[in-house]
């Protein structure tokens, strides 16, 4: 696959914080740290030291990537916040969300649980109104992300969700597709230009 996008200049990343995780997939989230710095992007993340979160800020750290961490006050010593990186201190999980969102141009989800779940449904939900449209990829080794797709699908049988909110995000199954992956997304055009009047997500 080719190269990255030029206008992602800063990429979210969802994922989980546990580090009983499969050991693949902190090796796998590091990587993603890592490519990040190497590709010059800077990575927005939930600022911990945890999981898969602190892989991929540790490693795009050391890469010599730039990296900003938003952290809930009441969570800075329960998900270890970094103080190698930049980080934002905010008040709560949805002023995190709501940073992470704007100070990003895409997003990406590796594996994770309840939270990274309740962040990338909010994402996507906030797509379905048109409120944005950043490209989504996601991340799904060994299908890890199969049984969402399924549910969603479930949705779009049952006419609750229109078919094509299926075509709003793309997959990859190799940690170095994802990067390339945007870039498609953005040159068949997913970007932040698109529905203007709403862009603001409370
Ligand atoms: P998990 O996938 O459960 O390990 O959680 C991944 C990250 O999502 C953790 O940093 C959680 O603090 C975060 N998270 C969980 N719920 C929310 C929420 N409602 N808003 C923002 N972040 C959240």
């Known amino acids: 696959m080719g190269a990255s996008p030029d206008r992602i200049e800063s990429v979210c990343v969802f994922c989980g914080s546990s580090d009983a995780a499969d050991p693949a997939y902190l090796a796998d989230a590091a990587r993603f740290g890592k490519l990040l710095a190497q590709e010059g992007r800077r990575l927005v993340y939930g600022g911990g030291g945890?999981?898969?979160?602190g892989a991929c800020a540790r490693a795009a750290h050391e890469a010599g990537g730039d990296v900003l961490g938003v952290i809930p006050q009441f969570l800075t010593s329960r998900e270890r916040a970094l103080d190698v990186v930049k980080t934002v201190v905010v008040r709560s999980m949805h002023e995190r969300k709501q940073i992470m969102f704007e100070r990003s141009d895409g997003f990406v989800v590796l594996p994770g649980?309840?939270?990274?779940?309740e962040e990338i449904i909010e994402l996507l939900s906030w797509r379905r109104l048109e409120l944005h449209r950043k490209p989504v990829v996601f991340y799904s080794p060994g299908g890890f992300w199969d049984p969402l797709f399924v549910l969603l699908q479930h949705t779009v049988e049952a006419r609750l969700t229109p078919a094509?909110?299926?075509q709003s995000w793309s997959v990859a199954t190799q940690v170095e597709d994802i990067l390339p992956l945007m870039a498609g997304r953005l040159r068949a055009g997913d970007d932040?230009?698109?529905?203007?009047a709403t862009?603001?997500?409370t």
């Not at 945890?50 to 979160?53: A, H, I, K, R």
């Open 50 to 53: 945890v999981g898969l979160m």
């Open 113 to 117: 649980g309840i939270g990274t779940l």
């Open 164 to 166: 094509d909110f299926m």
């Open 192 to 196: 932040d230009e698109a529905p203007a």
């Open 199 to 201: 862009r603001r997500v």
